[in-house]
């Protein structure tokens, strides 16, 4: 047990927002919304109650208390909506809001008005760590990122660090904040990650799935009108044969029609992880009545946003290397350094992608038309489609206008995937929302390139040649990289 200081404090709670405490091995105790609490310097803490009777005090254990120490006022509680008052700023949980989308969107949702708050483990700046990879901007702490926003703008970001994985926490992350909507991006992204070995492949599929059924159950407990925004991929479909849908088909079959899920190819352990979570969301959307949203994300490039581009230290990553750089952020990065471009086979492997500011925009238009309750609806969210070959051309013809001498060469694919595919997927849903697509346009290529070259000094070359290979992931523990 925690030693008491002599230091106490009073507390107020506004009567709709529940105290952030959570009783310590104890039964549930209702709390009236003023008592007084006994700091100690553990996160354990102990909450004497008024008035007399039985547990007229408890031992109560701050798990998750905001980065914002002071106690919530009248005036936050104000700004506190149900779901049914839409003039009210929605509550919006950020999970995965420390990496590469996840950063980008929830300053955007921030900007736009939204309370937000982030939820991350921070462990995707450890896999940097042990991989010995790094981002080709520099980025700062997070905890300097929210200041320098707070700073800019006067708007508050809400930090919760810890792993999703662990209930307990994400309980008391939903029980202190009490989302309306929940974004969804805390999860290990990386294909090539997922394939390195044995570990790496049960990290990425537990990682991922438990984080995803933890936010599920956390919703049906303590907040059952959230809506869930869950970033799903389109490497689910894989490269079938036939037009891709936005998450259903309606197949005639012996004489019988029926709408049903579309066939999932996935081709990693990283794009299966997601397979698993759509069935996951889509059985309790049914079951228990789960509003969700699954975005079908194609392959993201670009850095700037118009929030990360407001101060340096807001600036977002970008990853060049071979385990969790994207293909035309690494082929920019190769241009401005003299590498060649790396197609992997035959490059006619054709993806949809995005430009991040897209992102931003889809997530936004997600969370303010949400899904009904019980609904689970699937948006494919990329805005053009392009094979490795087109990307590569495109980069060529931008770098020779900036007088790079750009070369191509193509490098045995490291991974197992069709080189030449049909593919023709659909993507109206978000644009019937409202999307304005910032599609791939020659000014964009030219300051992504730009970008590449001032950080040049900045890209380690050993990192760029894939290393990871899909047919000899084996059991034995792995180091990539140099
Ligand atoms: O240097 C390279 C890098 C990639 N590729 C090829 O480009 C395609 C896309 O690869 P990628 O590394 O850009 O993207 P991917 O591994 O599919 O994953 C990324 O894009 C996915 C969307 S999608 O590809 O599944 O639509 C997201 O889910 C992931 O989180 C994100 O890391 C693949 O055919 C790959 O073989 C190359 O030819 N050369």
Not at 160 to 184: M, N, Q, R, W
Not at 193 to 217: E, P
Not at 271 to 283: C, G, Q, R, T, Y
Request: with cysteine.
């Amino acid at each position: 047990m925690a030693q008491l200081l002599s230091t106490s404090c009073s507390l107020k709670i506004p009567s709709c927002r529940k105290p952030f405490f959570q009783p310590l091995n104890q039964g549930p105790i209702a709390f009236p919304t003023s008592f007084t609490v006994e700091i100690s310097k553990s996160p354990v803490h102990r909450v004497v109650l008024p008035g007399k009777g039985p547990r007229r005090s408890c031992t109560v254990y701050a798990t998750s208390t905001p980065i914002r120490q002071e106690v919530p006022t009248q005036s936050h509680s104000g700004l506190h909506q149900s779901s049914n008052d839409p003039a009210k700023p929605k509550r919006v949980m950020v999970i995965g809001g420390d990496g590469y989308c996840g950063w980008a969107t929830a300053l955007h949702l921030s900007n736009k008005g939204y309370e937000v708050a982030i939820v991350d483990s921070l462990i995707r700046r450890l896999f940097d760590h042990q991989l010995g990879l790094d981002s080709l901007t520099p980025i700062t702490s997070i905890h300097n990122r929210l200041r320098v926003w707070k700073s800019l703008t006067g708007k508050t970001i809400e930090l919760y660090i810890g792993d999703i994985c662990d209930f307990e926490f994400l309980a008391e992350t939903f029980k202190s904040f009490e989302p309306d909507s929940v974004v969804h991006f805390g999860e290990q992204r990386s294909a090539p990650y997922s394939m390195i070995d044995r570990s790496r492949a049960v990290f990425t599929q537990n990682n991922n799935v438990i984080g995803t059924l933890n936010v599920l159950f956390a919703i049906k407990e303590f907040r059952e009108q959230c809506h869930l925004v869950k970033l799903g991929t389109m490497g689910e479909y894989g490269t079938p044969n036939i037009d891709i849908e936005e998450g259903y088909i309606t197949i005639t079959h012996n004489g019988r029609t029926d709408t049903l899920p579309y066939p999932k190819q996935a081709s990693s352990f990283y794009h299966l992880s997601k397979v698993h979570d759509s069935h996951n969301i889509a059985f309790t959307c049914k079951a228990w009545g789960i509003r969700a949203t699954d975005l079908n994300q194609g392959v993201v490039y670009g850095v700037r946003t118009d929030e990360t581009a407001m101060h340096e230290e807001l600036c977002n990553r970008l990853d060049y290397d071979a385990v969790f750089g994207t293909a035309l952020n690494r082929f920019c990065v190769q241009a401005a350094v003299g590498h060649p471009l790396t197609v992997y086979g035959k490059g006619g492997q054709t993806r949809g992608y995005l430009d991040i500011r897209d992102t931003v925009q889809c997530v936004e238009l997600a969370i303010a038309n949400p899904a009904k309750a019980g609904e689970f609806r699937v948006f494919n969210q990329f805005t053009e489609q392009f094979s490795v070959n087109q990307l590569a051309a495109l980069v060529t013809k931008a770098g020779e206008k900036l007088g790079l001498d750009v070369e191509t060469i193509s490098v045995p694919n490291p991974r197992v995937e069709a080189e030449e595919h049909y593919y023709n997927a659909k993507h109206t849903k978000l644009i019937e929302l409202g999307l304005k697509p910032h599609l791939l346009s020659d000014s964009l290529l030219d300051s992504l390139l730009n970008f590449a070259i001032q950080f040049k000094d900045r890209v380690d070359s050993k990192q760029i040649m894939p290393s990871v290979s899909w047919k000899k992931i084996g059991a034995k523990p792995k180091t990539v990289a140099a």
